[in-house]
């Protein structure tokens, strides 16, 4: 069973907040997919995670770009939008996994490659009107009949409750 939390954010301040106060449990090799509609606040929440971090780097949306880094203290923040990449190929030909186990990685549209990423915490955003969301965070299925247990859920789980008590 996937465990999970659910918090509202009366706006984008309160969204920024909530990505900031978690981000202290994140760590260079873990991966965080932000899933949400287009507008649903996924690149506020890497604002507040950089902020986190006292990244001094400017926080902006990588539809364009693809990937944007930003540098912290001990490693960078790798911002990752897969919007407009349509096919796994083509993601693994950018050669952006070669940082994966250096940096945070979040990734925006992620959830379109779900099964290539094999260990990630979800974050869902979920929009009720114009300022208000419901952000679930969550640990992914574990894989359906698969004869590899490649995903260690209990540590993840474990994650969720540092999450949830960070912010309860
Ligand atoms: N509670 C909220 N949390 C985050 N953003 C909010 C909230 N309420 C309103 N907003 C507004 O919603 C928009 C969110 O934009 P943002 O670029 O973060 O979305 P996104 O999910 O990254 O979209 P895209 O898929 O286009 O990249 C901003 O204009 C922001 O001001
Ligand atoms: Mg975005």
Same mark, same amino acid.
Request: proline content about 4%; charged content about 25%; hydrophobic content about 35%.
């Given at each position: 069973?996937?465990?999970?939390?659910?918090?509202?954010?009366?706006?984008?301040?309160?969204?920024?907040?909530?990505?900031?106060?978690?981000?202290?449990?994140?760590?260079?090799?873990?991966?965080?997919?932000?899933?949400?509609?287009?507008?649903?606040?996924?690149?506020?929440?890497?604002?507040?995670?950089?902020?986190?971090?006292?990244?001094?780097?400017?926080?902006?949306?990588?539809?364009?770009?693809?990937?944007?880094?930003?540098?912290?203290?001990?490693?960078?923040?790798?911002?990752? !939008?897969?919007?407009?990449?349509?096919?796994?190929?083509?993601?693994?030909?950018?050669?952006?996994? !070669?940082?994966?186990?250096?940096?945070?990685?979040?990734?925006?549209?992620?959830?379109?490659?779900?099964?290539?990423?094999?260990?990630?915490?979800?974050?869902?955003?979920?929009?009720?009107?114009?300022?208000?969301?419901?952000?679930?965070?969550?640990?992914?299925?574990?894989?359906?009949?698969?004869?590899?247990?490649?995903?260690?859920?209990?540590?993840?789980?474990?994650?969720?409750?540092?999450?949830?008590?960070?912010?309860?």
């Amino acid at each position: 069973m996937s465990k999970a939390f659910q918090i509202t954010s009366k706006n984008q301040e309160e969204t920024k907040n909530i990505a900031r106060k978690t981000a202290s449990l994140f760590h260079p090799g873990d991966l965080i997919i932000l899933d949400g509609e287009l507008g649903a606040g996924k690149t506020h929440f890497v604002k507040g995670f950089a902020e986190g971090y006292s990244s001094q780097d400017l926080v902006t949306s990588p539809t364009f770009s693809i990937a944007n880094f930003y540098r912290t203290a001990g490693f960078d923040i790798l911002h990752i !939008d897969l919007y407009r990449i349509s096919t796994i190929e083509e993601f693994k030909d950018l050669g952006l996994t !070669d940082y994966f186990d250096q940096s945070i990685v979040l990734i925006e549209w992620g959830l379109k490659f779900a099964n290539y990423f094999d260990e990630y915490v979800l974050v869902s955003f979920d929009s009720k009107g114009d300022n208000e969301r419901l952000i679930t965070f969550s640990t992914p299925q574990p894989p359906k009949g698969g004869a590899v247990e490649k995903s260690p859920l209990g540590d993840l789980g474990v994650k969720i409750d540092e999450i949830k008590n960070k912010l309860c």
